[in-house]
């Protein structure tokens, strides 16, 4: 089996391909091979290529930039996966694809589920619901996984940040009216290799899942609960920090250019009940990410 992995670059793309080569040939796609500004590309590319099944974390993610950039955002996020989308239904390949808790408006305090109506607060969010809808109309075997606050050992990410400003500020002070679950790569790839792995594979988990399933760490936090137990597991470590202070502040007194939703949590009953797929606490993961980190870079303690 060809499996095609775009976005290698990113967090969930890298995580991905060590993940998905027991289950086949990989083709991992950085934006040299499929690059997506460029749609009217894509078919031809993919017809070279040959995949039996695609995997597409590649985005735009600058959530920020995206109020400034919108065509681009578009473009990359709805215009592209729609015309991947086509060579996929045309072929009966599988399409596996990413979206965010970002299509929502995050209002209330109950988890989001996959039949709640999005109502996006922002170009990004707009954009991956764009990108949604288009494979829907499409109609080819196609799975959307929505995930949530994602997080990596590498690349730019809030647990890199606060590893960082760790080790410089005295007081840090974090949002702490948002609540979602930060969700490391490692257990996106994971849960997807799980998929591979199931018996029928991923189109079996496509007819179960009705094309769309909320994929997130269990339980939620706040980005300061999520930076106070970054902080935690750094001094468990043993690591030297300046922070002693880690302040909650509202979402008011941090102003960015894209409004996020208060209520990123999303509803993981489909993911556990219908496909069969548990998912560890964000906890779990941020003890992983931060054994990877030293592991990987050879950092040393302090
Ligand atoms: N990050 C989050 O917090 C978050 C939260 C919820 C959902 N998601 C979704 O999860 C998925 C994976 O996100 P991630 O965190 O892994 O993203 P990421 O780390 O920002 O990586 C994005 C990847 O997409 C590639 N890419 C961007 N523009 C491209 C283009 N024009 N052509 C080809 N490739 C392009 C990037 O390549 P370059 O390195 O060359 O730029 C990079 O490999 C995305 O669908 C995202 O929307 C992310």
Known sequence: MRILVTGITGQVGSALVPRLAPFGTVIAA???LIDLTKPDEIAGRLDEIKPDVIVNPAAYTAVDKAEDEREAAFLVNATAPAAMARWAADKRVPLLHFSTDYVFDGSGTTPWKE???PAPLSVYGASKLAGERAIREVGGPHLIARTSWVYAPVGANFFRTIMRLAKEREELRIVADQFGAPTSASIIAEAIA?????PGGVLQMIGRSGGLVHLAASNVTSWHGFATAIIEGLRARGVALKTSRVLPIAT????????????SRLDLTNLSQTLGISTPDWSIGLKTAIEEVYANSGERNG
């Open 252 to 263: 008011s007194e941090y102003p960015v250019k894209a409004q996020r939703p208060l209520n």
């Open 194 to 198: 799980a998929m591979f792995a199931a």
């Open 115 to 117: 039949t709640d109506a």
């Open 30 to 32: 950085d934006r040299t």
